[in-house]
């Protein structure tokens, strides 16, 4: 984003203005953190402002300040779409292509309203009026800090908005460890704490609100953790009836991923969920270092995300994707011996 981007920007906003933010389908901690972090900012400046959500999102997100006020276009499409059709500007948070937002695809592309991108994906649409992607930030919640700050606006960051925004760089960052955390990321989080973002209410409030089925299916994730040492990979499956049997709720399957990755010597770690109602695997690849499972699930599973965090699909069958998977790792060998 360019000086004159900020001052059109500024411009822009130094009127009142109907403001939409949207984030991706299945909001995680960076999408929901960002889009309401967002929301209380531009409240400031008197707008009228909306977060709608394609749909819902984990109960460990439901406390984040501003959670009572999101709309879900998936149940609540008309208020949602009449909003959307009436905005002067939507901003697109934590995403680089519409077809992220699963079904609101089609209102996104038929409004005419101003769009702002900030968003941290790689390969990004072109979208947008006014574009700030930057691939090298470890959040989105970084990138609306520096939105503010862009704007000269930092000292309008209070708790809620500094809340809002440790979250999603909380969670993108797996805590501060991803390759992405840079000693910039640091200082914008002291800043956060400054603001009043509560730090250890926050993690606890994240990550130490399970309940007991989740924990069981957490066990049963580990049951089914299988290892291809060859090729330093280890992949995790739930099949439908699994979820069933732990009671799973959205979200419970979040960072299990991570414990694969988290074996001594395994550099690519993959999980695979099956989803019976959407007729599809949903498939979530990590890695350490240079590998980029952004390109394998780009080429092979209709996906992609970052170098080291990516995501996608397959419309066949557990068993069948799965097998897919194996089949393509020796052409992978190298590569992942080499890290
Ligand atoms: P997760 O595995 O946690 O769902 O996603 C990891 C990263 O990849 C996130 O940044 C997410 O936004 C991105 N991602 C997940 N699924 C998809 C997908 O189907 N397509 C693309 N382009 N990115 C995805
Ligand atoms: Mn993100």
């Known amino acids: 984003m360019n000086k004159q981007d900020i001052i059109s920007i500024k411009q822009l906003l130094s009127t009142k ?83 992220r937002t699963g079904n609101m695809e089609s209102i996104l592309v038929k409004s005419s309203a101003i769009k702002i991108m900030i968003d941290h994906h790689q390969a990004p649409d072109s979208y947008a009026t006014y574009m700030f992607s930057d691939v090298s930030m470890s959040s989105t919640c970084q990138m609306v800090y520096h939105f503010i700050d862009m704007l000269d606006d930092t000292s309008l960051i209070d708790a809620d908005i500094a809340t809002c925004l440790y979250v999603g760089i909380m969670t993108d960052t797996g805590s501060f460890r991803f390759a992405s955390t840079t000693s910039k990321t640091h200082q914008i989080i002291a800043q956060l704490i400054e603001k009043g973002a509560n730090n250890s209410e926050i993690h606890n409030n994240v990550y130490d609100t399970n309940s007991y089925e989740r924990l069981q299916l957490l066990g049963c994730a580990l049951t089914n953790l299988r290892v291809i040492p060859e090729s330093r990979t280890a992949y995790i499956t739930y099949s ?67 170098n080291n965090a990516a995501g996608g699909k397959s419309d066949l069958s557990l068993k069948d994707t799965v097998e897919k998977f194996i089949s393509i790792l020796p052409s992978y060998n190298k590569a992942l011996n080499n890290e």
């Not at 984030?23 to 953190?33: E, L, R, S, T, V």
């Not at 749909?55 to 300040?65: S, V």
Request: charged share 25%; net charge negative.
């Open 17 to 99: 203005k109907k403001i939409i933010i949207v984030p991706h389908k299945n909001p995680d901690g960076d999408a929901i953190g960002s889009t309401l972090g967002l929301y209380h900012y531009l409240l400031k400046g008197n707008h009228q402002v909306h977060v709608i959500v394609p749909n819902d999102y984990p109960t460990f997100l439901k406390w984040i300040p501003g959670n009572d006020s999101i709309l879900k276009h998936d149940s609540q499409t008309e208020v949602s779409e009449q909003l959307i059709d009436d905005a002067d500007i939507i901003f697109t948070l934590d995403f680089n292509a519409f077809h």
């Open 240 to 306: 439908q009836e699994e979820l069933n049997k732990f009671n799973y709720k959205k979200g419970d399957t979040e960072g299990v991923v991570n414990y694969a990755l988290s074996l001594e010597g395994i550099v690519l770690a993959a999980i695979f969920i099956e989803d019976k109602q959407e007729g599809i695997i949903k498939i979530s690849l990590r890695s350490k270092g240079n590998f980029s499972v952004n390109e394998m699930s780009r080429l092979h599973f209709n996906g992609g995300g970052h």
